[in-house]
């Protein structure tokens, strides 16, 4: 068994030093008030055993709070007095270097913590550690100076989470829908170079990826950014290409043949178009950004969103290219095809393409296909989005999305001052999210003791708790100066202001939006009402704790003119703290607190049974009440031999849910050439990868790409995550 010491490092489980521990406080006491050697080493092994019972990693202030409980349960006070004594002296020293022993464990690479917060970075690297060590620093003056105490202390406590407080001390927001169309057709500068508009698709796509990287440079967040946006250079290439191939003809003395010149010019922008998509894909995963990372970047694929017959149908050519290279993959080092993290992709189910009758049934068929295989793309229903939003439109980065357009109806125009802006039209692209700050639901549920009165009262005081952190939130931004991120606030990505202009004015009347996450709900219902809330019985009081946060929600935004929008967090580590909190506070509760992870947001439990449908059916109802974003997934097998299976879910998701996906396996081992699932299994107290067929447990020789939070992951989770993906069953 591993133990997580206090700067992230992980260490073998010793008995002996417990024992040392308890037999140094029991000599500080006279003899009548001492403890036997044996009784000692009772305390030793009963916390031994409670260890071994979490399934997971236990950190060393959880091992010494069950020391204190032994101590105090065989009667010895004054021993245990002495004991919380040293402990409370050694917090005092601690709180004078703990910064620097984090940062010193991040550059020696044995902070296990660090190591797993993010699956798609790999902290080994100097980028990522540069970034991970100016984060500490940011966390401590966030800490120590920005934030009020009682917001930090429920942070650390796990009644709520403060996202990206490593980001905090600097002006930057969470996450946004590139502009992209406005920068390409305008032009935008980078890094002080003028980039005007592009004369060809290929330079389009280049020109894109510039600028996500530039963009995830300057964000914390996801970003997207929409194909239809490079549908107009595709006949721009066209009308290049055909001048060209006249030309060639006209040198060579031939009578050009209309229908010929059109079959040539269409085979070259069919191999331009490769090309360019191409590009975006290795541009994408091959790319590091200041923190350490490849761009969190999303992209969304929407066919009712081109303008013309003409412009669907270039990009459909898009689209279909898209998906042929996705569906391929990409080599890793072994110059295997495996699945790429990145970008994400976002196909929109819609009356053209839903039906084997429609004329792009073609390209959804091939989503099937690359769904399959490579986990994405994810989908999106048109028809359902339009009901309950008013527009279609993409999510920003994995599942936070704008609210509906208020602004436009309200006559406030183009405050942005955007070179697309179309007066009357509604406007997504260029907008963003100030941040998040999630609700532990579950805490709240185990501190009421299950009394319905007290309950509500709790989740009073921590929904104003969570108010007061997002308007600090809210506050950070106000006052940044556009100048701060010229990108995204002067060349297009988001606005193009003045130099030297606050970006005040995006922060209200629903320009941006501003996220109450929540987790836990599953827990916390079946804490109150002894159900799961798929439970008729106990559904409507899920629904009654949705409503309620949504409620809370527009008040403040009454007050305040700022959107706030109920979100659906995906946690990724966070749902392992939460445990370690709730653990901590509460105990091992069965069926509650007796696993390293709570669930994500509204989910029905990983290790409910219950068949796609109905998952999706029941959550669709709890995703209309997460405005300000979710997803929904169903766990599927290999399905590549099933095509027609995929395509069922999608059709039904197309009727039911707005947005989901399909969680299928990706891996590989690289010693072996094992194709199949990297497996889970226990060793020492601790869950670990390991290849079913040559045994390999070394991280760096296989690949494993699992969706854990809306985004595929390829870098290995947290112990709490990674025994939350073991414990998912099919649902298909």
Not at 45 to 61: A, G, I, K, T, W
Not at 422 to 440: A, D
Not at 503 to 532: F, H, P, Q, R, W
């Amino acid at each position: 068994m591993k133990v997580i010491k206090r700067n992230g490092s992980e260490v073998v489980f010793d008995i002996e030093k417990i024992v040392a521990a308890v037999t140094a406080a029991n000599d500080t006491v006279e003899d009548s008030l001492r403890l036997t050697d044996a009784q000692i080493r009772r305390i030793a092994q009963f916390v031994d055993l409670y260890c071994q019972s979490m399934n997971r990693s236990p950190s060393v202030e959880e091992i010494q709070d069950q020391v204190e409980i032994q101590i105090m349960a065989h009667g010895a006070y004054e021993v245990a007095k002495h004991y919380i004594t040293y402990r409370y002296i050694r917090s005092l020293v601690r709180q004078s270097n703990t910064t620097d022993e984090k940062i010193l464990s991040l550059i020696e690479c044995c902070n296990e913590e660090a190591k797993q917060e993010n699956a798609n970075k790999n902290p080994v690297v100097n980028s990522t550690q540069r970034d991970y060590m100016a984060g500490e620093v940011s966390r401590d003056i966030t800490e120590r100076i920005l934030l009020p105490d009682d917001i930090v202390k429920a942070h650390q406590e796990g009644l709520i989470h403060f996202h990206d407080s490593d980001y905090f001390a600097q002006h930057m927001h969470n996450c946004d829908l590139v502009n992209l169309e406005d920068m390409l057709q305008n032009g935008t500068v980078i890094t002080g170079t003028l980039i005007e508009r592009p004369h060809s698709f290929s330079t389009a796509c280049n020109i894109a990826t510039q600028i996500i990287a530039q963009v995830a440079s300057n964000q914390y967040g996801g970003q997207s950014i929409s194909l239809t946006h490079l549908a107009p250079f595709v006949d721009v290439s066209r009308q290049k290409i055909r001048k060209v191939v006249e030309k060639e003809m006209a040198d060579i003395g031939v009578q050009p043949d209309p229908a010929k010149v059109s079959e040539l010019v269409e085979a070259r922008l069919r191999e331009e178009i490769r090309r360019g998509v191409q590009t975006i894909q290795y541009q994408v995963v091959t790319l590091l950004t200041t923190n350490g990372q490849a761009p969190f970047v999303t992209v969304f694929m929407y066919l009712n969103e081109a303008r013309s017959e003409q412009e669907k149908h270039d990009l459909a050519l898009i689209i279909e290219e898209t998906l042929l290279q996705r569906c391929e993959g990409v080599k890793n080092e072994k110059g295997v095809w495996v699945t790429p993290a990145f970008p994400k992709l976002i196909y929109v189910l819609e009356e053209d393409n839903i039906t084997e009758d429609s004329p792009y049934w073609y390209l959804t068929k091939l989503a099937a296909k690359c769904t399959a295989k490579r986990m994405v793309p994810d989908y999106i229903s048109e028809k359902i989005m339009l009901r309950d939003k008013g527009d279609c439109y993409t999510c920003m980065g994995c599942r936070s999305f704008l609210t509906p357009d208020r602004f436009t109806d309200a006559g406030i125009g183009n405050i942005a001052n955007a070179g697309n802006y179309e007066p009357g039209k509604h406007k997504y692209y260029g907008r963003f999210n100030q941040g998040v700050v999630t609700l532990n639901l579950v805490d709240i549920a185990l501190s009421s003791g299950g009394n319905l009165q007290k309950f509500w009262e709790i989740f009073d005081e921590r929904l104003e708790l969570c108010h007061r952190a997002l308007l600090c939130r809210h506050e950070r931004l106000k006052g940044t100066l556009s100048d701060a991120a010229p990108i995204l606030w002067q060349y297009g990505a988001l606005a193009r202001l003045e130099k030297g202009e606050t970006i005040d004015k995006l922060l209200y009347n629903g320009y941006s939006t501003i996220s109450l996450g929540y987790a836990g709900l599953y827990e916390c219902v079946k804490y109150m009402t002894g159900k799961s809330h798929t439970d008729p019985e106990a559904t409507p009081f899920a629904l009654e704790v949705m409503e309620y946060m949504n409620a809370a929600c527009r008040k403040w935004k009454a007050e305040s003119n700022i959107d706030f929008s109920l979100y659906g967090t995906p946690l990724e580590s966070t749902t392992y703290k939460f445990a370690k909190c709730l653990q901590k506070r509460f105990g091992i509760i069965p069926g509650i607190t007796d696993r390293g992870y709570i669930t994500n947001s509204y989910h029905v439990h990983v290790t409910e049974e219950i068949d796609a449908f109905e998952k999706l059916r029941f959550e669709s109802q709890f995703q209309t009440l997460s405005p300000g974003g979710a997803i929904s997934y169903v766990e599927v097998p290999d399905m590549q031999d099933n095509l027609e299976a995929v395509l069922q879910v999608m059709k039904f998701i197309y009727d039911n849910i707005m947005y989901a996906e399909l969680n299928t396996k990706s891996d590989y081992c690289q010693c072996c050439g094992w194709d199949g699932e990297i497996e889970v299994v226990e060793e020492d107290g601790k869950l670990v990868w390991r290849c079913p067929q040559c045994g390999n447990e070394d991280q760096d020789k296989m690949n494993v790409a699992r969706r854990t939070c809306g985004y595929i992951g390829t870098q290995f989770w947290n112990q709490g995550r990674t025994q939350e993906i073991k414990e998912r069953v099919l649902h298909l």
